[in-house]
């Protein structure tokens, strides 16, 4: 079985077998009671693989390890006290680590099945960023029809997933990304306005202001992957008894946010880690992603992958990432040819 392998921790996008990540053939992993296993057609990559393999991830596996947590394919085997699945079940299913593989053994609770007319691979770009938006929007945030919601970092696949799913609530949607490519992406979405940050700067006009030109009476829920100053800038623009969800950190900047900001329109904070929920609130995670299942079943969302590479080429996938390129998500394949 091959996989790639963190040898060391490191840039993501250093090359194969220089210290940090490399591919390797290796045993089948062991199948737990309660696990299947899944031969692996595609596997997702999230901004926080990269900063797993850097080390600046909350969870630090120990080295070695293989990364990544999400996956789609089909299951071969089922262990002990599995009777939600069986062989030959196409799945999306995500893990702690163990995703960058041929093989992946997941738990049983944590597989959900690939609805009708849905591509295999592209099942693999659902479970973590429409889970996180779908939890974030409809549990932490509890949005409402007419509301208005701002989406920072809005082109990435996390961003994305918020949008779609905020536009589907009836909600208006004002989203956040930069460069003129990605702001035609964001149009084509749906988005009702989009803010070039990009654009706003060159013009030397502070991200709040723009945003406010989009949402003048301010918005009702902040969904935020960026961190840094954009949260600043974002808080400057909501609506008395805003939601403000805190979902990441892909600047690489984790704010200090001093409490008298949300004190003075009734702000309230949430912070989402939708990985946590397996653990504490089981329930609510699998109702969401039975939603959101049949809402792609519906043709109600839609998976904007934006690159495939093969499993020998993660580097440059995690470049694209790293680079702020990306427009949707990207996936990396069992088949020998990348299809970009």
Not at 228 to 238: H, S
Not at 246 to 257: L, M
């Amino acid at each position: 079985m091959r996989a790639i392998v963190c040898e060391g921790l490191g840039d993501a996008r250093s090359p194969l077998g220089t210290g940090c990540l490399a591919l390797k053939e290796g045993p089948e992993p062991n199948l737990p009671d309660g696990h299947v296993r899944v031969q692996v057609a595609a596997a997702s990559l999230n901004f926080p693989d990269a900063l797993q393999i850097k080390g600046e991830y909350q969870d630090k596996p120990k080295l070695p390890f293989v990364p990544g947590s999400e996956v789609s394919g089909v299951v071969t085997e089922v262990a002990s006290g599995v009777k939600s699945l069986r062989v030959g079940d196409k799945v999306c299913a995500v893990r702690q680590t163990g995703a960058f593989a041929e093989q992946a053994v997941v738990p049983a609770p944590a597989a959900w099945k690939v609805p009708e007319g849905l591509a295999l691979e592209d099942a693999a770009a659902i479970p973590i960023v429409y889970g996180t938006a779908d939890v974030s929007l409809r549990h932490r945030a509890q949005l409402k029809p007419g509301q208005t919601v701002l989406v920072l970092g809005a082109a990435g696949g996390v961003g994305v997933a918020a949008l779609q799913l905020a536009k589907l609530a009836g909600a208006k949607v004002v989203a956040v990304a930069g460069g003129a490519a990605k702001a035609d992406f964001l149009r084509a979405q749906g988005a009702d306005a989009v803010v070039d940050s990009e654009a706003a700067a060159a013009a030397k006009t502070p991200l709040h202001k723009a945003i406010k030109q989009a949402a003048p009476k301010g918005v009702d829920v902040v969904f935020d992957p960026v961190g840094g100053a954009q949260l600043f800038e974002a808080l400057k623009c909501v609506a008395w008894g805003a939601q403000y969800l805190v979902i990441g950190f892909a600047s690489g900047d984790i704010p200090k946010v001093p409490a008298n900001l949300l004190l003075v329109k009734n702000t309230t904070m949430h912070g989402v880690f939708w990985g946590s929920y397996m653990m504490h609130q089981p329930r609510v995670l699998a109702d969401s992603m039975r939603q959101v299942l049949e809402w792609f079943a519906q043709g109600k969302l839609r998976v904007e992958v934006f690159a495939r590479f093969p499993l020998e080429r993660v580097t440059e996938a995690f470049q694209v990432i790293l680079d702020r390129r990306v427009r949707g998500k990207v996936l990396l394949t069992m088949a020998p040819q990348a299809r970009l």
